[in-house]
């Protein structure tokens, strides 16, 4: 086992990094693969299907080389839990299992394209206990460290150089993700969503989301993201300022200016503008000081992070 960045992750530093756009939303609309339960994982148990996740992730590996950025490589297991696994005839073994191919899949692109001026991270991803866009049934931080730990437990045993936890939605459980995985001595981004008033679904503000999981695990996240909102849905609350913001180094929007309870039900993808949509990212770099981390997340692809890297060239 190597894990080349475990004990300094190069993104903490000034250099700028890209990561994907929406995997599951892509994989859906564009290369008209059915993700029973939204769960990419399944690609890795389909032989036929395995040309079609390496050549997603070399798209962003390629946009990488092009602008001399580093890459953050995340694993497609955001569904790879035990709620979700059972629900897709997954037991705990098996999941183990898919989460150890997914972190390798990403190991042998890395020593296919990694050089000096595109250092590549591995990342291995957890996504919520429950529906991502709700938070209606909720744990308590020791709850949430228990649920999340295995998967956290088999990352640690693998290359992967860090765990990322996306479209957080309620505090407690980004908590205890962050305690499991400070147990586990894996550093840790944890991404939290809002809706189109800047808020936590759960009606928390990312201010406290930030701050309380700060407090209750010693700062363990090396840094935190906002993902699957459109920058107009947090732009205000940004712009009101505190040092808060400066713990924010990664940012994953969406394309779309949609809620989630209108994307939720939508039967068509809406990509939105991938120039407008950079052009908010360069506005957001100057109010986030601490950026370095951008890609997309639903209805976005490679254009949109193509033109987000020109916008930040420019």
């Not at 037991?91 to 394209?113: F, G, H, K, N």
């Not at 640690?156 to 150089?161: E, P």
């Not at 009606?203 to 840094?223: F, N, V």
């Amino acid at each position: 086992m190597t894990t080349r960045y475990r004990d300094h992750l190069p993104q903490l530093g000034d250099r700028r990094f890209i990561t994907d756009g929406g995997l599951e939303t892509t994989l859906i609309y564009h290369a008209g693969i059915d993700l029973p339960c939204f769960a990419a994982f399944v690609l890795l148990d389909r032989p036929e299907h395995e040309a079609i996740l390496r050549e997603y992730f070399e798209r962003y590996l390629q946009i990488g080389r092009a602008h001399g950025t580093g890459v953050v490589l995340e694993s497609a297991t955001w569904r790879a839990n035990p709620d979700w696994g059972a629900k897709l005839g997954y037991d705990a073994t098996a999941l183990a299992d898919v989460q150890r191919r997914a972190i390798e899949a990403l190991v042998d692109l890395r020593a296919r394209y990694e050089a000096p001026s595109t250092p590549i991270v591995i990342s291995g991803n957890l996504g919520p206990r429950g529906d991502g866009y709700r938070a209606d049934a909720r744990m308590r931080p020791d709850e949430a460290r228990t649920y999340h730990a295995p998967q956290i437990d088999t990352f640690a045993g693998t290359d992967a150089d860090m765990i990322a936890a996306f479209t957080m939605n309620y505090i407690d459980e980004a908590i205890g993700i962050a305690m499991a995985a400070k147990s586990a001595g894996m550093p840790a981004a944890i991404a939290f969503t809002v809706e189109t008033d800047g808020r936590l679904p759960s009606g928390e503000s990312l201010h406290s989301a930030i701050m309380r999981t700060d407090e209750a695990t010693d700062a363990h996240p090396a840094y935190y993201m906002i993902n699957c909102a459109h920058p107009s849905h947090f732009r205000e609350v940004l712009d009101r300022g505190g040092a808060w913001r400066e713990r924010i180094r990664g940012l994953r929007a969406n394309a779309s200016k949609r809620s989630h309870a209108e994307l939720d039900t939508a039967t068509e993808l809406d990509i939105g503008d991938p120039q407008e949509l950079a052009r908010d990212y360069r506005a957001l770099a100057d109010v986030l000081p601490r950026l370095n981390v951008v890609g997309g997340c639903c209805g976005t692809d490679h254009r949109h992070v193509e033109a987000i890297c020109r916008a930040l060239d420019a």
